[in-house]
């Protein structure tokens, strides 16, 4: 371990202990009398006192930096893990992170524009209506009165995100050459990913547009809200938008006292999500309770307010289906399909024994299987299936990760707002409608069409084809150099195979009848 890592470890361990997390470890429970006696001696260095493990672990986190923030705010969501204390601390983070000092907000907005306040503003107030790890937020008035909020990029908050994910790339760089698991759930490039994500959020430019994208899905829609971006006014370092009056989804007693029916509020919560990820490919990944806001115009009939769209998703069309098939699979409590779907997608090796894995895979899902939200949780679930992933040597999926985080925030949401909420009985309508218009036999048709179609447009497409498989099969034949590594590619092309005799007979077909015709 360098002196890098080593340096990062002392600040990570000299964040937990000012937080007084020491004060959480149950001497009696210490196996050693070495390790009782380091206890005490933090305790006395420390103090002896719980200093109120919330508040200062809310204040180490910000300490630490924007990387710890998010960490926090996602902490914040998760009930099932943290007692109400941290909870309660920890959902400052969402939006009342402290400002920043000596910044003046209306110069930085000034030169952001290039021109004068006055000549677009008639108003911007001086304190920031929220304060984020990555932006603070302004409440302003436009010169036709009309009411905006003003998103402001933190000063050389770039530079930092790049440090502490550096300093973070080197520490999975440790475990990674130490730690096969580690290796197997590919830390190294999970915190790259991280970097690219959190980088993101700094780009007003590119928010910009994954809002108006997001609008655009939800047109006069009953479950989300999406506020309108005024383009004329955006800048990488700068976004205005229309001001969304709602009620932050956190707030439970105030949403209970103007009378919102949660059950509702949280069935379209699941169905804003599955919308999202099948149906436009395209879903909010950063659904903390600071980043949604309710609309209570009607509070039996209340939907969701979308701020912050810096972090969007999609998935290949190859994950979305395979993705799909698990879910309908577990709803039908069929876990072999679940094992031969993970084999077919070559998340796991080709020897691996599908009925031990069937068995592992029911002995996980069936506790929680039509469970209201209140008796399970995906976080232990998840766990397990880590474990699981281990032992049968899954490879994790990089691309998936912000799915399964943006999966555990609708989770910690639901929890919060209604705890008896069946999932499943509440996405099966939607998964089966979708399944019948994207999995079935008209959808695979009219998939086989769009390419003879596409064949039928270049002449020499068709050709290519079999080339570029020819080639695929000799490359992996030779780059083949273990017996289980040789089994996964011919399996890969004989499928292949398969399909390019379907789609050249197709072909031939089609052919056939125009000339007939």
Not at 330 to 339: E, H, P, Q, S, T
Not at 382 to 392: E, G
Not at 394 to 409: A, F, G, R
Request: glycine residues 4%.
């Amino acid at each position: 371990m360098n002196f890098r890592q080593w340096w990062l470890l002392v600040r990570l361990g000299s964040a937990a202990l000012r937080a007084g997390l020491h004060h959480q470890i149950d001497s009696q429970k210490l196996e050693t009398a070495r390790a009782e006696f380091c206890l005490k001696v933090l305790k006395k260095i420390w103090g002896g006192k719980d200093p109120g493990r919330g508040k200062r672990l809310r204040q180490q986190l910000e300490n630490l930096g924007t990387t710890y923030i998010k960490l926090g705010q996602f902490l914040s969501t998760r009930g099932d893990l943290l007692p109400a204390d941290i909870l309660s601390e920890l959902s400052f983070l969402q939006d009342r992170v402290t400002p920043m000092v000596g910044l003046d907000a209306k110069l930085e907005i000034e030169r952001s524009l290039g021109q004068p306040l006055d000549e677009n503003f008639f108003s911007i107030d001086h304190q920031p209506l929220a304060t984020a790890s990555i932006a603070q937020i302004y409440k302003a008035t436009l010169l036709d009165g009309t009411e905006v909020i003003i998103k402001l990029v933190r000063p050389n908050v770039v530079k930092k995100i790049r440090r502490e994910m550096k300093d973070l790339g080197e520490i999975t760089k440790y475990l990674c050459k130490r730690h096969q698991l580690a290796e197997r759930l590919k830390l190294s490039q999970i915190v790259r990913d991280q970097e690219l994500i959190m980088l993101q959020e700094t780009d007003m430019l590119s928010e910009s547009q994954n809002q108006i994208n997001l609008r655009a899905n939800f047109p006069n829609s009953n479950l989300l809200k999406v506020p309108r971006v005024y383009t004329k006014f955006t800048r990488p370092n700068l976004i205005v938008m229309d001001y969304a009056d709602g009620i932050p989804i956190g707030d439970i007693e105030k949403l209970r006292e103007r009378g919102v029916d949660f059950k509702v509020l949280a069935e379209k919560g699941v169905n804003t999500f599955f919308k999202q990820v099948f149906e436009d490919n395209f879903f909010h990944a950063d659904m903390h309770s600071g980043n949604i806001l309710v609309d209570i115009a009607d509070p039996k009939d209340p939907r969701y307010i979308a701020l912050d769209c810096a972090i969007m998703g999609s998935l290949s069309d190859d994950d979305r289906r395979y993705l799909a098939q698990n879910i309908l699979a577990f709803f039908k409590r069929d876990y072999r399909r679940i094992a031969e779907l993970h084999l077919d997608s070559g998340w796991i090796p080709p020897q691996t024994d599908v009925d031990a894995l069937t068995k592992v895979i029911e002995e996980l899902c069936e506790p929680i299987y039509q469970k209201p939200l209140e008796e399970i949780s995906f976080a232990n679930f998840l766990t397990d299936l880590f474990s699981a992933a281990n032992a049968f040597s899954i490879e994790i999926q990089p691309q998936l990760v912000l799915l399964q985080k943006t999966l555990l925030y609708v989770e910690g949401l639901g929890r919060r707002l209604y705890p008896q909420l069946n999932l499943w009985e509440t996405a099966m309508p939607f998964m089966t409608a979708w399944a019948e218009r994207n999995l079935g036999p008209a959808a695979v048709l009219g998939d086989y069409f769009k390419m003879a179609e596409e064949f039928f447009s270049d002449p020499f497409r068709l050709r290519n084809f079999i080339h570029q498989n020819q080639q695929q099969r000799i490359k992996a034949s030779l780059q083949a150099k273990e017996l289980s590594d040789l089994k996964r590619e011919t399996r890969r092309i004989r499928i292949k195979q398969k399909r390019m005799m379907f789609y050249t007979l197709l072909v031939i077909i089609v052919a056939i009848t125009i000339l007939k015709i």
